[in-house]
Structures are given as structure tokens and as C-alpha cells.
């Protein structure tokens, strides 16, 4: 066994190379074809000019929409070695682990044909002439109530074993089977390519329920469905802690809106902020000791933190008369926030140190026009920050570097809205009506592939969980 993920020289380059080449024998012209590419490249619509029009980005720069060609690695996984009496379950663990590969934009699944030959020693050179970078190797065995999974990785390309380990899993019916293998799945990711992976992550939002608007929870790709509050009333902005156990939101259900704090287990909700006026916007600091929010001050809004270690003592943060400063979000190294704030008289993100100081403008400023800015969240990896912004009146997902450079949109069909980044900082879901309907999509923004994760009702405000994690036990 290795440590980590490497290079894999001039094997991978040629095949790169012969990936690119064909790309670029393909006309671009033919969209609906092209979007089944790991890569296209979109040119935005030119905005309409009217009276107070909402634009975010300057009209004299031109912000394209590239996403730039990507190689993604074969991998493949033959069938899981098992038992009779776990075939069923062996054959379910297989699906979904295919499945989570797929959705984490690192590999290229590779299928196995019924005339390759499984059995005996690794056959390298075979797997290689098939494509594969890497083979994961899968065998089922124990008791049908507490199965193991063993999972082994091998790199076909320098021909030696890189990771294997066996991960315990409930029965095939048990309501934790999914998440069980999800956190399988993102181990092989992260011995494949050293980021983590999100497939064992899970996403709140708010959508509506039959008292008023509710918070929901789904899995990372798009199974398990579940209505979390029941408070009939109105519930936004759901936030997660960083343990994954809990979930922030504000709420209309008490006197006045203030912010509750849920247990996804057993399912219950305490009060956690009620200052005078209304409370909303939660979001907990990285690593769980702080909770930054939005509370009214003498007719205004303006961020505060709470310490959630003594459960007390809210501190404003902001300090600016006749505007608002709403929606913060932390750094990952939660020394900064990141906010929108109309105190330029356009809605705008801002960043600022917890320490003190004046807050800085991320997004341009555009003299006499009706900008709008909002909904900023802070990258895990803390290279960008996503929000979304209006072009021509429609809000679209933009990101940007915390210094301000590097402003980049990512959508432009529909509205796009309420961004949220995943664990891995190469994901986002967010609110849209891109075909049609109101959903909620993900998007790789490094590939510019998406994929839709809620379709119909109203679900927006999008929160995406950190990792769900398990133990499972390393294989000498």
C-alpha cells in the first residue's frame, strides 16, 4: 500500500492527449450534444437595457461562462464478490457506489463486459487496455444482520495495491444502508485523489409543508427525502453545524422571528437566539464554537455573533447607520466574514475580520445602477466565494476570489439562486427554474456538469451538510 494519491506520468497524459483531440473533432455548435461532455463553453446572453435594471457585473466586461476540458480517469468495478444470501445486497452496495463515482466528477465509470474474465490474480495489462486507471475490488461476507464490505483499490497504471479496507454495514432493508456506502464511496475518493469526497453529505432546505414553509432534508444524490420541522408556521435559512448533527434556522413559530436550533435526531428544535426584534440568517463558525447572525438594531439589520460554547453574549459585528447587513458567512479558518450589505445604496458582498476593522467590497460597484448581490457562502477550501448576483434582472451563481478578483458567472439559463458549496469546494447546489420548474441543482464548477436534485414544489435557501462520518477499520 501507498500513501496518497500520484502522478501517473505519461500513461494518463497520452490519454489525455487522445481525449482532447476528440474534443476538438467535435462542433460545439450542437449544445444538447455537447452537454453530455465533461466541458463546453456558453457565451451569456446580452443583457436588455431598462429602467433600474438589477446588473451585478459591469457592462463594459464581459464575463463569460468557460468551463475548461477536463480528463477524468477510468475507474472500474466488477462485481462484488459475495455469497448467495448477500447477492442482493452485494448488487445494491455496487449501484451506489457506482453512482456516488460518478456524481463526484473525478472519474469516468467504465463498464465491465460480461466477456472479461474476473477471476484469479489482477490482470493489469488487461484492465489497462481497457481504459482503467483504477480498479476497485469488492467482496461481501459476514452474517446477513452486520455484512462487512471489503473495498480494495488498485492503481493499474504503476500496478500495486493503494488503499483497502472493510467498512461494517446494516442489513440490505436497514434505513442507514445508503449512507453506510456513501461513506465507502468517499473513502475511494479520497485514496484516489486526496480531496474528500460528498457522497456520505446531506443537504437542508426549505420548501413548503402543509402549516407554511418547512425545513427538508435530502441526501447528496437526491434519495431520502424527509420533512425535518413540522412547525407550521415560517421556517428559512437552515444551517448546519459542523458536526452534522445539528441544524440552525429561523423561525416565525415563537412571539417573533428568532433562531432555533434542530436535532436531526431525535428531530427536535430549542430556541437558541431571540434578541428584541427579528433574528435570521444563522450560519455556525467552522468549528462549531460561534454562530454569526443578522438581528434588528434601532430599525435596521446588522451581523452579531453568538458563543455557542457559553450559550450567550451576542456581539454585533457591524456598525453602519441606515443600512442592512445580512446573510454572513465564515472563512474556513473563522478569522472573516463574508456578508451582503446595502450601505452603498446597492446590495453588495462585503468581507470583514472578526477582529475588527471596516469591511471591504468584494463585488463591483456600479454607479447609478440597481445592483444586487446576495447570498454569499465561503468555500471550504477558501479560494472562492459563491453568491448570486442579477444579470438583466435574473439572479445567476457567480463566485469570486476573497480579494475580489477573478469574478466568474457559472449559470445563465432560468433563475439561479442561494448557492451552497459542498465539503469538497468543487460542487454547488442552489435554487433554480433553469427547465422550467423550480428544483434545486448541483453543478461541478470546474466541468460544468449538472445534475438535478429536487424538481417541483418551491425548495430554495440550500444548505450542504459536512461529513456525515463512521468509523470502518484499515486492512494490514
Same mark, same amino acid.
Given at each position: 500500500m501507498t500513501p496518497g494519491p500520484r502522478s501517473h506520468g505519461p500513461v494518463v497524459e497520452r490519454r489525455r492527449s487522445v481525449f482532447l483531440e476528440m474534443l476538438n473533432q467535435l462542433s460545439i455548435r450542437k449544445a444538447g450534444a455537447t452537454a453530455m461532455l465533461v466541458s463546453l463553453m456558453i457565451v451569456p446572453a446580452t443583457a436588455v437595457a431598462q429602467e433600474a435594471q438589477r446588473d451585478s457585473i459591469p457592462t463594459d466586461v464581459r464575463v463569460g461562462i468557460v468551463y475548461q476540458p477536463a480528463y477524468r480517469p477510468g475507474i472500474v468495478m466488477p462485481e462484488i464478490q459475495a455469497p448467495p444470501e448477500l447477492r442482493e445486497l452485494a448488487d445494491s452496495v455496487r449501484t451506489i457506489i457506482l453512482r456516488d463515482l460518478d456524481f463526484s466528477d473525478g472519474f469516468q465509470v467504465l463498464r465491465v463486459g460480461a466477456e472479461v474474465p474476473l477471476g484469479g490474480p489482477v490482470n493489469y495489462d488487461l484492465w489497462d487496455q481497457l481504459g482503467a486507471v483504477w480498479l476497485l475490488i469488492g467482496s461481501l461476507e459476514g452474517p446477513m444482520v452486520s455484512p462487512v464490505l471489503r473495498l480494495s483499490l488498485h492503481d493499474v497504471v504503476y500496478r500495486l495495491l493503494q488503499e483497502v479496507r472493510e467498512f461494517e454495514l446494516p442489513p440490505l432493508r436497514h434505513r442507514d444502508l445508503r449512507l453506510s456506502v456513501h461513506r465507502a464511496s468517499d473513502e475511494v475518493v479520497r485514496w484516489a485523489t486526496g480531496r474528500p469526497g460528498t457522497a456520505a453529505t446531506r443537504i437542508a432546505y426549505v420548501d413548503q409543508g402543509p402549516g407554511g414553509s418547512e425545513i427538508f432534508l435530502i441526501d447528496s444524490d437526491g434519495f431520502g427525502r424527509r420533512q425535518l420541522t413540522r412547525d407550521s408556521s415560517i421556517a428559512l435559512s437552515p &444551517? !448546519? #453545524?459542523p458536526s452534522g448533527d445539528l441544524i440552525a434556522y429561523m423561525s416565525y413559530k415563537g412571539e417573533d422571528p428568532a433562531i432555533f436550533e434542530l436535532a436531526i435526531n431525535p428531530g427536535r428544535s430549542s430556541l437558541l437566539v431571540d434578541l428584541p426584534g427579528m433574528d435570521l440568517t444563522p450560519a455556525y463558525s467552522p468549528d462549531g464554537t460561534q454562530l454569526a447572525f443578522a438581528a434588528t438594531v434601532d430599525g @435596521?439589520?446588522?451581523?452579531?455573533?453568538?458563543?455557542?460554547?457559553? @450559550?450567550?453574549?451576542?456581539? @454585533?459585528?457591524t456598525f453602519v @447607520?441606515?443600512?442592512n447587513s445580512l446573510s454572513p458567512t465564515f472563512s474556513p479558518d473563522g478569522r472573516r466574514l463574508a456578508f451582503n450589505s446595502d450601505r452603498l445604496g446597492q446590495l453588495h458582498i462585503f468581507t470583514q475580520d472578526l477582529g475588527g476593522g471596516s469591511a471591504e467590497l468584494l463585488t463591483p460597484y456600479i454607479y447609478d445602477r440597481s445592483v444586487h448581490n446576495a447570498g454569499p457562502d465561503w468555500s471550504p477550501t477558501g479560494d472562492r466565494i459563491a453568491f448570486h448576483g442579477w444579470v438583466g434582472g435574473v439572479p445567476q451563481i457567480f463566485t469570486v476570489a476573497p480579494d475580489g478578483r477573478g469574478l466568474r458567472q457559472l449559470t445563465q439559463d432560468g433563475r439561479n439562486e *442561494?448557492? #451552497? !458549496? &459542498?465539503? *469538497?469546494?468543487?460542487?454547488?447546489?442552489?435554487a433554480s427554474t433553469r427547465d422550467g420548474v423550480a428544483g434545486l441543482w448541483i453543478l461541478d464548477v470546474v466541468s460544468g456538469r449538472i445534475r438535478q436534485l429536487v424538481r417541483g414544489g418551491n425548495p430554495r435557501l440550500p444548505d450542504w451538510s459536512g461529513p456525515l462520518d463512521s468509523p470502518s477499520r484499515s486492512v494490514e
Open positions: &444551517a !448546519w #453545524s @435596521r439589520i446588522e451581523v452579531h455573533v453568538y458563543d455557542l460554547v457559553r @450559550r450567550c453574549c451576542p456581539e @454585533r459585528k @447607520r441606515y443600512s *442561494d448557492p #451552497s !458549496w &459542498a465539503l *469538497d469546494g468543487r460542487h454547488i447546489v442552489f
